[in-house]
């Protein structure tokens, strides 16, 4: 994936969950996102339409 694609992926995912901190995309599985947080936490999220939910709100 280049660059462009990977800050449009993070910046949707940051407006769409309003996130105070900065994320870095790690990894694109279909509709599955996974993410690095500034405290060094791994994150999944999925989405669903224009929206972006944690993995564990979809279950």
Known sequence: MNP???K??????LKDRALSYSIELLDVEGDKYTVRNTFNSTIIYKKKG???YLEDELD
């Open 4 to 6: 462009a694609e990977e």
């Open 8 to 13: 449009r992926i993070v910046d949707e995912i």
């Open 50 to 52: 224009s929206k972006y």
